[in-house]
């Protein structure tokens, strides 16, 4: 193919002649991407890492190196163990949540009836909106005082006005609350990748396994589920990096209380980090995110060598 | 007989349980936010009404509200400019690199693409304190042009993953075919591969506009002043007055600013999740 490229007589200038090399072509090409993600991702993330072991903040914007000191602070904060711990519950409830309702759903949406490209259409919505405004739709439906779940709760006789549960103020509830919305916000996702992965199953297996007798639920676990599973994990990776590094839904709906019972990396990591302006223990928060991410990528990588051989 | 009928009824009426119950989870919130927007004051916020339904008769009293009393409006301008010169920048970069990488580079080719998709997986709740300070430096703090500079971060790398996609589902011969006959390699990307691949790029600047508006945390941390910022930061935190929530200011605006982007994501879901998956579905 270079051979090609490079033979074909041209009385051109240098520069012609130049572009014509396929792999200074195929440099120049990729250059502008990648030099605008090294500067924009790749230099601020060795500065958020810098900062981390610095003594930094918006107020006296120094360069002065403290070694591990803002992470040993940090880890010995009570209220820091409790955000660690409140972020793997808020990505791993929500996760699962969001699969089971995904493993159903596509279930659902596979068999045709009438009204399914409606519905499908409908499904994709909490996944389609913008994070932000989804989740003040919902604040609005948690709201303490006019919250339509609590209408319907009295309506249907379950509990009277005075026990109405104040969702987003009492430390459980607001928990729950958040990782309903992100499983919601997450489903569709869900549905959409497992649509995906078994559409892709070819029909012969699955009916050489009938002929062979297996049932519904057999095919379903032992040949369905083990088939679809490269891409099933690639959709929870997304899942998991998104949830686990999340700030938005925490911020809209509970700001990490009450008294930080929802507090997450994200959030804490902006509360401190932005709004108190100490820069160094903020990035030092942040970057505990970084071990899970890093196993996430590691898996990744190993999966996508695997798919090769 | 009879009981293979019962077993199929209750088969049956289990199944569209099934589809009431997930159109229900998926739709309601979005049916709140639409009878919320048209809701007189008056009927949202007395509790012994039942409120599924209009009590009183609709209004858009809200509506009316959000574009004269509020910088409604200017946040739609300004999602919608910052949306485009996202998607210019997106395509200037993403295009040429998505190319070389499915094409002209090989196997190290292969290896970069990864890297670069690897950085779309890089939070913004990591950068966003380095970045900061990056816009401060800038000075491009409290500017909706920091985001313009910001978001490409992001959607580079998942447009030139898109786009690889695209590149190499495409016959290399139409390419050669152009260069046998003459044309430059240059040309042979240019006025081949680009037409060619018009339905990934027009894909590409669909999902670069929705990504710029779903964005939230970069233009939280970026942007204070109200005048400056996007449509979703702006209905999110700028419509709270002290306490006081104006629900069906913010409900209004949210379904304006959805709209778009649902009807996008029904139209090229498909292709999302191509890209997304990465061929890992063979």
């Not at chain 1, 409790?82 to 596979?110: D, E, M, P």
């Not at chain 2, 390699?185 to 506009?209: D, E, H, N, Q, R």
Request: with cysteine.
């Amino acid at each position: 193919m270079a051979a090609v490229a490079d033979s074909v007589p041209k009385a051109a200038s240098r520069f012609r002649f130049i572009l014509d090399r396929r792999d200074v072509l195929g440099s120049i090409f990729v250059a502008p991407a990648i030099l605008y993600v090294l500067l924009l991702v790749g230099v601020p993330f060795l500065m958020a890492v810098y900062y981390s072991v610095s003594a930094y903040t918006i107020y006296d914007p120094t360069w002065q190196f403290v070694g591990l000191a803002n992470f040993a602070q940090i880890v010995q904060d009570s209220e820091f163990r409790r955000t660690l711990s409140n972020t793997f519950i808020f990505t791993f409830g929500s996760q699962f949540l969001g699969l089971i309702l995904g493993k159903f759903g596509a279930l659902v949406l596979l068999r045709p009836f009438p009204g399914r490209k409606l519905v499908r259409a409908l499904i994709i919505l909490p996944w389609a909106v913008p994070v932000a405004l989804a989740t003040v739709a919902w604040q609005w439906m948690f709201d303490s005082l006019y919250s339509v779940i609590n209408w319907t709760l009295i309506a249907l006789g379950f509990i009277t006005r005075s026990q109405a549960p104040n969702w987003l103020g009492t430390p459980e509830l607001a928990m729950i609350s958040v990782i309903v919305v992100n499983a919601w916000r997450f489903f569709p996702f869900a549905i959409v990748i497992f649509l995906a992965g078994i559409t892709a199953v070819p029909q012969d297996v699955l009916d050489a396994a009938t002929v062979d007798g297996a049932g519904f639920w057999r095919r379903n676990y032992q040949i369905i589920v083990p088939m679809i599973l490269p891409i099933v994990a690639i959709g929870l990776i997304f899942g998991i990096v998104f949830t686990f590094t999340d700030l938005s839904i925490v911020f809209l709906m509970t700001m990490g209380g009450p008294i930080g019972a929802t507090s997450v990396l994200g959030y804490k990591g902006f509360q401190t980090g932005i709004i108190s302006g100490d820069v160094s223990h903020g990035a030092a928060i942040s970057l505990f995110m970084l071990p899970v991410l890093l196993v996430v990528v590691i898996f990744m990588l190993r999966f996508i060598r695997r798919r090769e051989i | 007989m009879p009981r293979v009928t019962v077993a199929k009824a209750a088969r049956e009426t289990s199944f569209y349980g099934a589809v009431a119950f997930f159109f229900i989870l998926a739709a309601f919130p979005f049916y709140w936010m639409v009878i919320t927007s048209f809701k007189t004051n008056s009927d949202l916020y007395n509790v012994t009404n039942i409120p599924f339904w209009f009590n009183d008769p609709p209004t858009l009293e809200h509506f009316r509200y959000l574009f004269e009393k509020t910088l409604f409006a200017t946040w739609l301008l300004n999602s919608l400019i910052i949306g485009l010169c996202v998607v210019v920048i997106t395509l200037v970069t993403a295009l040429p690199a998505a190319y070389s990488l499915a094409r002209l580079t090989g196997r190290t080719g292969e290896t970069l693409g990864i890297g670069i998709f690897f950085t779309y997986l890089v939070p913004p709740t990591l950068l966003f304190l380095p970045l900061s300070r990056v816009i401060a430096g800038l000075g491009l703090q409290n500017s909706m042009w920091s985001l313009v500079l910001i978001y490409p971060t992001f959607t580079i790398p998942f447009c030139t993953w898109l786009l690889m996609g695209f590149f190499k589902a495409m016959p290399p011969e139409i390419e050669e075919a152009a260069i046998v006959d003459g044309c430059s390699l240059f040309g042979a990307f240019f006025k081949m591969a680009i037409p060619l691949s018009l339905p990934g790029i027009l894909t590409v600047v669909i999902f670069t506009f929705t990504l710029t508006l779903q964005e939230f945390v970069y233009a939280l941390t970026f942007i204070s002043s109200s005048d400056q910022k996007p449509i979703t930061l702006g209905v999110a935190t700028d419509l709270i007055r002290g306490d006081i929530f104006y629900w069906g200011e913010i409900m209004a605006g949210a379904l304006i600013a959805s709209i778009p982007v649902a009807i996008a994501y029904n139209l090229f879901l498909d292709r999302f999740i191509a890209g997304i998956t990465g061929g890992a579905v063979k």
